[in-house]
């Protein structure tokens, strides 16, 4: 019987081809991922243990997406620049999606620079 002729099979014998199937490609999907697992394994290994001298390496890097869990960005410390007259301990430093607090008092008719923080120079 041809292997290809599915509507002579009956619906045991499609049933275990379709088992089979399942299985083998179960098996190819399970090798081709732990191929890929190894593979970046590798590559975080490569960038973790390498870095980068020239541009070439890191734009490399960057197009592989490849970042340490750990690693980040250092980002200045930022002083906050507006404060809620209500609730004092409420500040924003004018980075980011506006506070809930700042966005009502702007919709009631106030302005950003009624909440600015006067620093001491």
Same mark, same amino acid.
């Given at each position: 019987?041809?292997?290809? !002729?599915?509507?002579?099979?009956?619906? !045991?014998?499609? $049933?275990?081809?379709?088992?089979?199937?399942?299985?083998?490609?179960?098996?190819?999907?399970?090798?081709?991922?732990?191929?890929?697992?190894?593979?970046?394994?590798?590559?975080?290994?490569?960038?973790?243990?390498?870095? =980068?001298? !020239? /541009?070439?390496?890191?734009?490399?890097?960057?197009?592989?997406?490849?970042?340490?869990?750990?690693?980040?960005?250092?980002?200045?410390?930022?002083?906050?620049?507006?404060?809620?007259? /209500?609730?004092?301990?409420?500040?924003? =430093?004018?980075?980011?999606?506006?506070?809930? $607090?700042?966005? =009502?008092?702007?919709?009631?008719?106030?302005?950003? /620079? /009624?909440?600015?923080?006067?620093?001491?120079?």
């Amino acid at each position: 019987m041809n292997r290809n !002729d599915f509507k002579s099979m009956s619906a !045991d014998e499609l $049933w275990a081809l379709h088992e089979e199937i399942a299985t083998r490609l179960a098996a190819a999907l399970t090798a081709e991922k732990s191929v890929l697992e190894n593979r970046l394994r590798r590559l975080r290994r490569g960038i973790e243990t390498q870095p =980068a001298t !020239d /541009d070439a390496k890191s734009s490399s890097a960057k197009s592989l997406g490849a970042k340490s869990s750990t690693e980040r960005r250092p980002y200045p410390p930022v002083v906050p620049k507006y404060r809620n007259p /209500d609730r004092p301990s409420e500040t924003w =430093a004018g980075r980011g999606k506006k506070p809930r $607090w700042l966005a =009502a008092q702007l919709k009631s008719g106030k302005r950003i /620079d /009624d909440f600015r923080i006067r620093h001491a120079a």
